[in-house]
T-cell receptor, first 111, second 115 residues
Framework: DAKTTQPPSMDCAEGRAANLPCNHS???????VYWYRQIHSQGPQYIIH?????ETNEMASLIITEDRKSSTLILPHATLRDTAVYYC????????????WGAGTKLIIKP | GAGVSQSPSNKVTEKGKDVELRCDPI?????LYWYRQSLGQGLEFLIY????????KSGLPSDRFSAERTGGSVSTLTIQRTQQEDSAVYLC?????????????FGPGTRLTVT
C-alpha cells in the first residue's frame, strides 16, 4: 500500500498558485518525499524531492511540515500545461528504485 | 539529448500469446526500471536492473513475466501466455547510477491490450 494520502482531484485557475497537499504521517526519519507528475498518455516526470527542509527548483516548491507528517507541492503560476496527475511518494534513498505509487491527485487547471 | 524510448507504443495480442516489450534507456544510465500501470492507477514496480543484473525482481507478478538487459543498455520485458489481466501500460525508466538517484527518467510506455 502507498504510504501517502492525497486528494483524488483539485481545480486551480490559470495563473494562480496550485497547492497540492500530501499526508505521510508514518514517514520515518530517513525517508525522502518525492513528487512526480504524469501528463495524460505520457510517462511520469520528476518534479522535486526533499527530506526536512523546504525545497525550490524551476518547476515548483516543496514545503514539508516540521514534524514531516505532511507536505505541500506549490506550482507558483499554474498554466494549462500543468494539468496532470501529481504523485507524492515517500521512500528511503537506497530503496528508491522501488517507489510505491498511490493514485495521485488529478489537477485540472482552468482558463 | 535522446530520452528513454520504448517500443512498440501499442500492442494488441490474443490471450495465450507471448509478447516482448523493448526499452532503450538514456545512454550511460546504468540503472533501469520496469513498471506497469493499470487504468486510473498508480505505477506498480516490476523489476530493477543495475547494469545487466537484476538485484530486485520482487515485483514480477508471476513466472510468466521475465526481463533481461544486455550490454548494460537495452532491456526486454517478456510476458508469456498473456492473460487479459496483463492489459496495462508498461513503463520503463532509467537513472544514472541506481540507488542514490533521486530522479528516474521515464519513457512514454507501451500500451498492451490482451483480447
Amino acid at each position: 500500500d502507498a504510504k501517502t494520502t492525497q486528494p483524488p482531484s483539485m481545480d486551480c485557475a490559470e495563473g494562480r498558485a496550485a497547492n497540492l497537499p500530501c499526508n505521510h504521517s508514518t514517514i520515518s526519519g530517513n525517508e525522502y518525499v518525492y513528487w512526480y507528475r504524469q501528463i495524460h498518455s505520457q510517462g511520469p516526470q520528476y518534479i522535486i524531492h526533499g527530506l526536512k527542509n523546504n525545497e525550490t527548483n524551476e518547476m515548483a516548491s516543496l514545503i514539508i511540515t516540521e514534524d514531516r507528517k505532511s507536505s505541500t507541492l506549490i506550482l507558483p503560476h499554474a498554466t494549462l500545461r500543468d494539468t496532470a496527475v501529481y504523485y507524492c511518494i515517500v521512500s528511503f534513498i537506497y530503496s528508491n528504485y522501488q517507489l510505491i505509487w498511490g493514485a495521485g491527485t488529478k489537477l485540472i487547471i482552468k482558463p | 539529448g535522446a530520452g528513454v524510448s520504448q517500443s512498440p507504443s501499442n500492442k494488441v495480442t490474443e490471450k495465450g500469446k507471448d509478447v516482448e516489450l523493448r526499452c532503450d534507456p538514456i545512454s550511460g544510465h546504468t540503472a533501469l526500471y520496469w513498471y506497469r500501470q493499470s487504468l486510473g492507477q498508480g505505477l506498480e514496480f516490476l523489476i530493477y536492473f543495475q547494469g545487466n543484473s537484476a538485484p530486485d525482481k520482487s515485483g514480477l507478478p508471476s513466472d510468466r513475466f521475465s526481463a533481461e538487459r544486455t550490454g548494460g543498455s537495452v532491456s526486454t520485458l517478456t510476458i508469456q501466455r498473456t492473460q487479459q489481466e496483463d492489459s496495462a501500460v508498461y513503463l520503463c525508466a532509467s537513472s544514472p547510477s541506481g540507488t542514490g538517484d533521486f530522479e528516474q527518467y521515464f519513457g512514454p510506455g507501451t500500451r498492451l491490450t490482451v483480447t
